[in-house]
Each structure stands twice: as structure tokens, then as C-alpha cells.
């Protein structure tokens, strides 16, 4: 009985996973791409979502003849979807590079196309032994990014195994990189690609090479060594191996790569060259160019491009030695492999300190680099930083002096940290200011609260099942899925599997009935599938199965290893439909429809519009451009953290409020978004009226120290976990409300109220936030209505009701009126 209960929870949580229908679609497949001209290649034509006739005379190339078709049932949603497979023989009509042409199928107004696919005829069959029939399953390619280089230019070197067919314990003999220095580059990359109408698994590694001398070399090829199913080389194409094939070792190899290396031309500049090679610019920046004596500050010198840009050294900065102090610290390397190349940046920082005031300036710096597109060599060059050094406010001699040999310790005056002035912090930049942060939908948090909650009810239920007796339906269910297993024995033969079969299907259709027997006329199966729920296209599907199985049974038919594959999906298919429609329904109707993606592209430039207008001052335009993405339905804190920056650096202080608050909904413990709004709140007018604490302020005051996302996950983690216990105590006949129990329900009860609280307070407890400078608060909705009160930009306040163009809204005790919606918005 446990086993039947694992079972049972385990397809009713396989039906929690919502699913995603099919669109009419049609793909073509070939068992190989190269043959011999006595040779003869398979040829399966797919329809998913729909039916229509497959038009092959626009293959000229080859005979086609028909091999048969399949059919297959998937449940999708509580509806289902037939898969149809149609099977062609091809013989080609001549040798060289024939072509299968796209293929049309078109079901009533619907029409699809499969895509075209190239074939090879060879001569004779002795050109496909050499591999064992396994060049077309198995095959390795060298690549390599330029191979005309020069002495130390870089380059990317690309091995990569195409394999349509499992393969395993696979061993990699790497190049050989004679006279060439190697470095490995990130990790193996796992992709698929489609060649000529063929699925191959790609891996591929790359490697940075550099060659270390003038010369013509040869990369010898890369191999791999591995074991395969003995019969991988003659495969049909569509994985239908023997079960019991044996395994044999093959060695796969690469085809070489040559290689020409000529020497740098000689430099005859005056200038000393570095050896870099590739393309390479430099940049210069100094963090603040008005210093006192002993100050520091930090120039930072950045070098990047692609080539051996790690060779770059950065000679001293040509400052007097008289007047400076310079400290050089740790370079800082980064690197990148892209669409683009191997990219790649040297990061310099150097600290100077000023020993004497003065007007200086920091010179240009100067790389010199052999230019690989241009063939020539080029300078680079920074701007030169000027700086401005005055006399220190703390120092009373005229300079600082700094002696190796001083051994008096300098006495530093410790003072209190004060704001030397006042503004909000930077912008949010990065990959995740564009990305919508989803919440988790109130319909949604009900189905995973009480998922678990049904999955104990059903457990409940059969253990009580369990003393009283098995009813009809279970027991016939029960026999069914008996027969299932034994019709999954492939030494089965014709007659014992149809058996096996027949005895699925009527034992599925008697459980429906709640009745017992051991067979059923097509008659009876009918009367009894109308009383059930299913529709009639279910009816006839099933009908059609229980006609098959009988047909062939008992009409003589040889029985194909597809045809018994088919008949083995569709039964098992019945058992699923027969057994848990109505659970299925009522549980899939809670899911959640997906939202339409956002147009990221658009967003994206928007995005970055806006930060460049931040930076240049224009931040009116700033805000508007982030305020549009926004709009357009992207919901990220952190992006309305950005349009808040833009509208209170423009003096818009309600809107920047109004967003500040609508960031703080999405991440209230984020320190930048609470400094900035603190410092928008420094700028309001408006005291309101101190407030007495709300019974709720007491009893959820937790919910103030956590987010609403952790909230509201720790209560389905609890639930659970609870009914998990359970259930557990449940099968072992055991008392649930243990100590641990109760403590357990307790929590989890108390953290889902909050839950519900937080859910009531996001959709019924309204805020809203006043924009213009200043508004009139009134008794009624016309503008001759009494003015109440005044407020003014950035007040935060409850919306109490809403008609028309007009919200009546609540500020403190006694402070209630009408305001029109475009004066206060709801955050």
C-alpha cells in the first residue's frame, strides 16, 4: 500500500509542473548525410500540433518510398496533442551532392516547412570503412583565429568534437604546440548544432598560443580517444540501439593546422618600443587634482586592447623627484574571451604625494606597439593631468620634508569625521538594473501554500482507504498499471505483449467505471467513457487505442518494434488520463500565466542615454529616460532607484520621493536607497502630526526587520515542512500534534499571516505621494470647493478613496480632502 501511495504523491506533484502547448510545427531527419550510391538513408518527416499531408514529390534526387507512420498522445494542460511521424525510405537517382529540399505540410490555414538538408553520394562503399561507418556520427575540427602571425603576436587556437551519438570516457590527446608558448582559455564550452539535418553535440576548447620564433610550423592534430556503443557507426539516426549493444574504443582526430610566423619589421623610432603587439590604447586619471602638501592622490593608468598586453610594463612618471613622492602599487589584470577576441586590461596605480606647492603637471605617457591591421608601428598616448599643490593649512614650516634617515615620529592630531558636504549617492549600474523583479503572485503563493496541505489530504484519505477496503477504481487501477510494467519486457513476444496491453487499456476504462472485469466490448468502453468526464476527441482516442490492440491481435498483422513502441506510449497515456483528469484540472487552474517579456533592446539604449545625460548634468533628460523604462514595465529597484537620483538632482523632489518609495518596496534594506531617501525627506516641508500605534503596528512589527519576499517563502518552506511531518506521522499511525508538531504549526501559521498582512497592505492599503511644488487639499471635487489645507511636494500620504479624476486622501487626524490624481500619485 506504501508503494502505491509513493506512487500516487509522486504523479500528483509531476501535475503541479505547469506545461506549455505546441504550435503546428513540422522538422525532418536523416539517419546519415553520407553514403554510398547502392547506399539508402532514412528519411522521418515530424508534425507536432496538427495534422496535413506530406507532399515528397518535390524530392527529385531520390526514389522515395513509404515506410510507415506513428502516432503519439501528449497531455498538455488537460488537453492533448498528437505527434505524427512519417517514415521514408530514399535511394538516390545519382552520386555527388544531392539535395533534400524544404518540404511543405499545410493543415487547413497553417502551413510549415522543414529545412532543406544536404547528402553526399560517394562513388563506392569502401570510402565510408575507413572509420567504420562512424565519420558521420563522430567527427573533430582545428581551427585557428589567424594563420599568418608574427613573432609574439597571439592568437586563438579552437578544437572542437562533433558527436551524434553518446559517447563515454572520452580522453583529450592535446595538439602538438612545438615552438609555440600555450595558454588554456576558460573553461570547455557544450552547445548543439544542426548540420545538413543532423543533431551533433559540439565541445569546445580554445587555447591562446603565441609563437616564440620566425618560421613555417605545423599544429599537429588534437585527438580524442573514446568508448562508443558498437553499434553508434550504424545508428538509424534516431537513437534506437540495441539495449544489449557492446562498446568499443575509437580514436578521433583533428585535422592539422599550418602555420606561417614572420618576423616584426625593425623599429626605427626614437622612442624605446615595449614588444606589444595587437591593438592597444592607454588611458590616464587622476582622482583629484587640487592637493595640499602631504596629501596623496591615486593616478590610475589603464591599458587595454587585444595582444600580449600583459608584457606592458609602465616606465616611472616623469615628475621632479624634488617635489614628489611616488608609490607604485600591484598591477591589476583583467581578461575576457569574446565574439570580438581575447580582450584584455593592465590597471597601473600609482600614489603621488607632494613634497612642495607649486603649479605641476603629470606629462603624457607614451606605449609604443607593432599594430597587427595596420602592419605598422603606432604610439599611444595619454592627455597630461595638470595639478595644483598649495601649502599645507596644518604644516607651519613652507614645505614637507621627508628623510629615509628621520627618526622623529610625526604627531598626527586625531579629529571627530564631519560632512564636509552634502548630496546623494551615484547611480546603480550593471547587468541587473534592466532585469523585472518578480513577485511572487498572491494566486501563486496560495498553490505552493496548499500543495502540500492536498498532497496530506490524499495520504489521509488512502490510509483510511486502507482499513476499509480498496473501492473498485483503485484496484483496477492497480492491475492496469501491473500489466504496464509486464507489457515493458522487450523479450516479450507478439502475442504476450498484446496481452499485457489490452489489459492496461480495459483495466484503465473499468476504473473510470469504479467496476471490475477482465474485459469490455468496444460498446460497453464507450458507455462507460460518456458518463466520465472526458471529451469526445478523448473518447475516440482511447477507442481508436482498444481498436488497434485488437487489430492487431487478432487480425494477423506483424507487429513492428514501432508499432509496439506506439501502442506501449499510448496505453501508458490512458492510465495517466483515466486515473488523475480531475485532480489535474483542479490543480493546474491555480497556475500562473507568464507575462510578456520586456523589450530589453529598447530599454537598454534608453538606459544608457540616461546615465550619459546623468553624467553630463542634463538631469531633467536623465530622468525622463528612465522614468520610460520603467513605464514600459520593467520593475527593478534598483532602476527606480536611478530615476529617484535623476528627479531630486533636478529639483523634482515628489517625483523622486514617489520613486524612492516605489524602490523601497523592492529592496527596503538596500543602505544607498536609505541614505538618498533620508536626504529627499530632509528636503520636505510638510510635519506631520504624530501617530499612535496600530494594533497591527504590534502585532506584525517583525515584518519591519524582513523582506516581503523572505516572508512569504519561510511560510511555504514551513507548510511544508509541517505537512511533510505529517504525513510521515500519518503512515506510521502516530499523533501529529506532537510538542515538535504544535511548534511548527504555531510558526507557520504566525509567519503566514504576515504573509496575508503584507499581501492585504500591497493591494488595500494605498500611499501616495504629492508632486507639484504645492497643492490645495478640498472638501469636494471642483476647484470652488472650500481649500482645507497645503501641501507641498514629497508628502507622503494614505489614499482613502478613489472617484473619477480624484482621490480623497488622509494626512494626519482631522486632515482629510480631495486632490486630483494627477497631483498625488500612488506609489
Sequence with gaps: MKRLLLIFVSLALFLLIPSQGFCFEVTAQVSKNRISENDSIILKITLRGGKGKVDTSVIKDFRVVPRGSSTSVSIVNTSYSKVLSHTYGLFPLKKGTLTIPGIKVVDGSKVASTEEIIITVLDQQSDLKNDGGSSNIFFARALISDSTLLTGQEAIYTFKLFSAAPFYDARLIEPGFEFFSVKKLGEKKNYTKNISGKIYNVNEINYLITPERDGNFTIKPAGVTMLIDEKAGNSNGFGFNSFFSTRKTIKINSNTIQVEVNPLPPYNGKEKYTG????????????????????????????????????????????????????????????????????????????????????????????????????????????????????????????????????????????????????????????????????????????????????????????????????????????????????????????????????????????????TGESLTKDEANEILQKSNLNNKEIENILETLNDIDSAKYGGRSLKKDNRRDLFSRARHLLKLCSLMILAASILSFMPIKARAAQIDESGTLFLEGVKEYKAGSFAKAANNFEQIALNGIKNGELYYNTANAFLKDGNVGKAVLWYERAKKIMPFDADLKFNLDYAEEKLKDIKDSQSFKFTDILFFWENYLSSDLIKYSAIFLSFTFFLYASIRVLNRKKILTTSGSLVLILFLLVFSTALFDYYQAYNANSAIIIPEKISVRSGLSEDSTELFILHAGTKVKVDKEKDEFLRIFFSKGKIGWVKKSDAIII
Design 276 to 515: 606589444l603587439i595587437g591593438d592597444f590604447k592607454i588611458n590616464a586619471d587622476l582622482n583629484k587634482t587640487d592637493m595640499q602638501v602631504g596629501d596623496s592622490a591615486t593616478i590610475t593608468l589603464t591599458v587595454s586592447g587585444t595582444g600580449n598586453i600583459m608584457d606592458t610594463s609602465i616606465e616611472n612618471i616623469n615628475l621632479p623627484k624634488d617635489s614628489f613622492n611616488i608609490y607604485d602599487d600591484q598591477p591589476e589584470k583583467k581578461e575576457e574571451l569574446n565574439s570580438e577576441g581575447y580582450s584584455k586590461k593592465k590597471i597601473f596605480k600609482k600614489a603621488i604625494v607632494p613634497l612642495k606647492p607649486g603649479n605641476f603637471a603629470i606629462p603624457e605617457i607614451s606605449l609604443i606597439y607593432f599594430d597587427t591591421k595596420s602592419g605598422a608601428y603606432k604610439k599611444t598616448v595619454t592627455r597630461p593631468i595638470a595639478l595644483i599643490v598649495t601649502k599645507s593649512t596644518t604644516d607651519s614650516g613652507s614645505d614637507l620634508q621627508i628623510s629615509e634617515n628621520n627618526t622623529k615620529k610625526d604627531v598626527i592630531k586625531k579629529e571627530e569625521v564631519k560632512f564636509t558636504g552634502r548630496d546623494i549617492l551615484p547611480l546603480k549600474q550593471g547587468n541587473n538594473v534592466l532585469k523585472t523583479q518578480k513577485n511572487l503572485s498572491f494566486y501563486l503563493f496560495i498553490c505552493l501554500i496548499i500543495s502540500p496541505f492536498i498532497i496530506f489530504c490524499l495520504i489521509k484519505f488512502f490510509t483510511t482507504l486502507q482499513k476499509k477496503g480498496k473501492p473498485n477504481s483503485v484496484i483496477m487501477r492497480q492491475k492496469a498499471i501491473n500489466s504496464l510494467k509486464k507489457a515493458k519486457d522487450s523479450n516479450l513476444s507478439h502475442e504476450e505483449f498484446l496481452n499485457h496491453i489490452r489489459s492496461t487499456v480495459v483495466s484503465s476504462i473499468l476504473s473510470k467505471g469504479n467496476i
